[in-house]
């Protein structure tokens, strides 16, 4: 009976000490996780201070995302007999100058995916890869500081594909206005001052128009993890048919030297590119303004992602 109560003695003895290691462990994590934070709040301080010096500061990272695929007498599924594929590639990079009486910010932005679907037993299938998300952007921003967040600035900003269709259509907006800097790595730009140029082989839906440029972009490094978002849009003082948006996002976190995982994402309204889609790719030639369908664009892709 004696030996009994020892062992249960012992045992609660263990499982007090056990259950006060733990809370004492618990508490010591707790105040080392306040300790990293404070830390990397001062670090995060002395980079903003770092990066608001004059001088250049350049940049870029980008996501490269694949998948392939090939079946071959698969019968559980429509085509026993196929290969597939989607590969896409993204870049973001920037070249930025600061001194203390103006700054010239300089960006651009490409991503491009490839699709293939090929079914081996349809003869007329095509078999290579097609292009899917297409899109080119950069744009040159010179501001003359009135003080350390605002300042009288002009805009240069081209959209457009690359891989097909190139130039057509193509924006090229010009304008001059005011920049807001609320922070290192914000830039707001308010130009009501703005020519928005369209470059098109179908004039009779794409046009040309004065209008507001607003452009928002916010683009940072804190670590490990890189990423950029930016908003613009135009709307244009003549008929909001002429007017657009479009938002890019783009996220990069290195899990290994340069090496990691990327996503991005986009949405992007446009009249006219709805209106010239279903006019001339649909052949919906009774279509208006009035009546197309300007659905929200949008593309994704994910896969690993190389920074530099």
């Known amino acids: 009976m004696k030996q009994i109560f020892v062992v249960v003695a012992v045992l609660c003895v263990s ?30 301080a002395l980079q903003a201070q770092i990066d608001a010096l004059p001088g250049w500061k350049k940049g870029a990272f980008g996501t490269i995302g694949f998948n ?19 590969i896409g590639i993204s870049v973001n990079a920037f070249a930025n ?34 292009e ?18 605002f300042a009288i600035s002009g805009l240069g900003e081209y959209r ?4 097909n269709n190139f130039n057509d259509p193509g924006y090229l907006d010009l304008g001059v206005g005011g920049t807001w800097t ?32 607003i452009v928002a972009d916010y683009t940072r490094s804190i670590g490990d993890v890189a990423f950029k978002t930016n908003f613009t849009t135009f709307q244009s003082y003549e008929t909001g048919d002429f007017s657009n948006w479009q938002w890019t996002n ?35 030639t009774g279509e208006t303004f009035d009546s197309v369908d300007n659905d929200v664009q949008s593309y994704w892709t994910l896969g690993l992602s190389y920074s530099f």
């Open 68 to 86: 392939l695929s090939g079946f071959n007498n698969w019968y559980n599924q429509g085509f026993p007999n196929n290969s597939a594929g989607n």
């Open 15 to 44: 499982a007090m000490t056990y259950s006060q290691t733990e809370e004492e462990l618990l508490a010591t994590q707790a105040a080392k996780k306040d300790s990293v934070a404070a830390i990397q709040g001062r670090v995060d």
């Open 160 to 163: 457009s594909t690359i891989l």
């Open 182 to 213: 609320p922070i290192t790595d914000l830039v707001v730009v308010i130009h009501p001052l703005n020519y928005n140029i369209v470059f098109a082989k179908e004039d009779a839906i794409f046009e040309s128009s004065l209008g507001a440029k």
């Open 250 to 284: 783009s996220f990069a976190y290195t899990l290994w030297k340069m090496i990691g995982v990327g996503f991005d994402f986009g949405l992007r309204s446009s009249k006219m590119e709805a209106l010239n889609y279903s006019v001339n790719t649909l052949g919906n």
């Open 97 to 130: 100058l600061q001194q203390d009486k103006f700054f010239w910010r300089n960006s651009g932005n490409i991503n491009l995916n490839w699709v293939k679907l090929d079914n081996k037993d349809d003869p007329t299938d095509a078999e290579d890869f097609r």
């Open 132 to 149: 899917a998300t297409d899109i080119f952007n950069i744009s040159s921003l010179y501001g003359r500081k009135l003080s350390d967040k």
